[in-house]
């Protein structure tokens, strides 16, 4: 059966020249959608059998499309390629030339309505199905509307395709994830009890010198941190040592009954800098 709603028709159209492209995640993602949408369409249960790597999954796949369409040829083709059975021959159909119609007086003009065939280059969004856009991702070519879309020095990139492109930079390990923020809590306690002692016996000189100091000690714990792991980055590592470092000073401070606001003026100043450094 073929697939009525435009949408779908668009979609299908998409997936299609995806897995034409060798894009097979994507196009797979694609024709998954179709067919939990349009369970009846067998084009949709080809093409999604035509880039599936599991077997099973592929011969379930094509054996659905002719259940719905025992004349398709790409699921006749596919299914006795994959069980290795002789490949059906299909006679050729031989289009007659019509004759030339006479040529007819021209209609009045009349009003221009979009027809069917211009619905179908309708794209709409694969994380908002409901969305209609014209934008596509330059990687996997998937139709993105503009709250997906992650502008690039290249063009416009999906979520996924820009994390993987991220997932490259960081090459933390699990030690690291231990050692960072362990050697986060040593200095932050350290920085916390110093601003709890000095706080209560300088007072008001105090909170000007941690405007002056508080970025210098924020770059200094984050480097200490970030040359500890031999400098690998982790996506999650800056905001797990910048939360260690709010804790860990605070904590002290509560702890000895003073320097408060020279505390606040800190955070404010050093967070941003271990931040920065642990990028």
């Known amino acids: 059966m073929s697939i009525s709603q435009p949408r779908l028709r668009s979609m299908l159209r998409q997936a299609d020249k995806v897995a034409a492209n060798g894009k097979r995640s994507a196009a797979e993602e694609l024709y ?47 299914l006795a390629e994959l069980r290795g059975e002789p490949i059906p021959e299909f006679p050729e159909v031989e289009e007659t030339p019509e004759p030339e119609p006479e040529p007819e007086p021209l209609p009045e003009p009349t009003a221009v309505t979009p027809d069917e065939d211009e619905e179908e280059y309708v794209y709409y969004c694969y994380r908002h199905p409901n969305r209609e856009t014209s934008l596509r991702c330059y990687t996997c070519g998937k139709p993105i509307c503009i709250d997906c879309a992650r502008k690039t020095s290249v063009g416009y990139s999906c979520p996924d ?12 390990t699990t030690v690291d994830y231990i050692v960072a923020p362990l050697v986060a809590v040593v200095l932050g306690l350290v920085g916390g009890v110093l601003i709890g002692i000095v706080g209560a016996l300088t007072g008001f000189l105090f909170w000007i010198i941690m405007f002056f100091v508080g970025g210098a000690a924020g770059s200094f714990v984050g480097g200490v941190t970030k040359r500890t792991i031999g400098r690998r980055r982790g996506r999650y590592l800056p905001m797990i040592v910048a939360v260690i470092i709010v804790v860990t000073t605070i904590l002290p401070v509560l702890l000895m009954g003073g320097g408060f606001i020279g505390m606040i003026i ?14």
Not at 161 to 172: P, T, V
Request: hydrophobic content about 40%; aromatic content about 10%.
């Open 32 to 78: 998954r959608q179709i067919t939990e949408e349009a369970p009846e369409s067998a084009a949709g249960w080809a093409g999604l059998a035509g880039v599936l790597l599991d077997p099973t999954e592929k011969e379930q796949a094509y054996e659905k499309a002719l259940a719905l369409d025992p004349e398709n040829k790409a699921a006749l083709i596919g």
């Open 266 to 279: 800190y955070l404010v100043t050093a967070v941003p800098s271990v931040y920065y450094q642990m990028r």
């Open 161 to 172: 395709c820009l994390r993987e492109l991220q997932d490259k930079y960081f090459n933390a």
